[in-house]
């Protein structure tokens, strides 16, 4: 049974709980708070702090840097299959044809993807998956869950990295190898969130965080850094109309010279 397949099971299981799990004032982005938070609790205090950090910052002093890139573009190359078929279902014609290049260029010279000599043609890296796919026709993102031990994600995200892990070639590896892959993307992933790691520790609600971010992180993602500038609701609407008054009332006021003279009694 491939990583993927378990990945499933994961995810029917958490929106099975959800039915004991939600309540009548949720966050429509987040009807699973109750299951969510102290999943999040383990994940990150526990989880993260004994297991996932220490090893992910060990294989990062200890592994050669050659070696690290090497292996972490081996894993990379893995998905461009997968991202040029997305960038055409959205109609991104120049990052298929460069993302076609990459994989053929990277495969060939670059050995397997261990080099990657396509960057000195200026064929950047742009992953594209399909849960962004789905977004970008307006498929919402589902709840947001939080899969213990490992990360915060939704419905839309999980079921696109279903399908994009039924693309040549992940279907030529088995359990295993797709484990070895999977550990070596989380170990960077994780080694790259150190220096968010002020942020969140200084945060008022860690887990109202996270979910913020991680929201946001997606539209950016999903409109290729270029998101659709949305109305404001009705309420903030007449909230901001508000502030807007305060700022000519303070205006007018500082206009107004305070008076200099004394009455004499």
């Given amino acids: 049974m491939s990583l993927s397949i378990y990945r499933l099971v994961a995810l029917f299981l958490l929106l099975l709980l959800s039915g004991c799990a939600t309540g009548p004032d949720d966050d429509p982005k987040d009807p699973l708070e109750p299951l969510n938070r102290p999943l999040w609790t383990f994940t990150y205090d526990y989880a993260d702090k004994y297991v996932a950090r220490p090893v992910s910052l060990t294989y990062g002093e200890y592994m050669p840097i050659f070696m690290r890139t090497g292996l972490y573009n081996m894993v990379q190359n893995l998905n461009e299959p997968s991202t040029f078929v997305n960038h055409l279902l959205v109609l991104n014609f120049e990052e298929a044809a460069k993302t076609s290049g990459r994989f053929v260029l990277n495969s060939t010279i670059g050995v397997l993807g261990f080099y990657d000599p396509a960057a000195d043609f200026d064929w950047a890296r742009n992953e594209k998956e399909f849960g962004e796919v789905l977004g970008r026709y307006g498929v919402p993102d ?19 990295d279903f399908i994009d892990e ?17 550990g070596i993307n989380a170990m960077e992933n994780r080694i790259a969130l150190v220096e968010q790691e002020p942020l969140l520790e200084d945060a008022f609600d860690q887990y109202e965080f996270v979910k913020n971010a991680y929201f946001q992180n997606m539209k950016y993602k999903v409109w290729d850094g270029n998101p659709p500038v949305e ?10 109309n508000f502030l807007d008054e305060m700022d000519d009332f303070e205006s007018y006021d500082d206009t107004e010279e305070p008076s200099s003279e004394t009455s004499d009694n």
Avoid: H, N
């Fill in 231 to 240: 109305e404001l609701p009705e309420d903030d609407e007449d909230f901001e």
């Fill in 166 to 182: 039924y693309y040549w070639p992940y279907t030529l590896f088995g359990f295993w190898p797709s484990l070895a892959f999977w």
């Fill in 142 to 160: 589902g709840p947001f869950l939080v899969i213990p031990g490992y990360k915060a994600t939704s419905v839309r995200e999980e079921v696109g």
